[in-house]
């Protein structure tokens, strides 16, 4: 299980990577998340950001 302050920044760091141009995919797997944890979660930008 991963820590609410490390979660937050993983998040943080993921949404970044995918705001600069990464596949959101890509960028989970960097840090060992799956993308589907990381959309049910409700962690993704809205459309329009990302």
């Known amino acids: 299980m991963i820590s609410t302050p490390d979660r937050t920044t993983a998040v943080a760091l993921i949404n970044e990577a995918v ?3 990464a596949r959101r995919l890509m960028a989970c797997g960097e840090l060992e998340i799956s993308e589907r944890t990381f959309v049910s ?5 809205p459309k329009s950001a990302g």
């Open 19 to 21: 705001t600069a141009g």
């Open 41 to 45: 979660a409700g962690c993704i930008l």
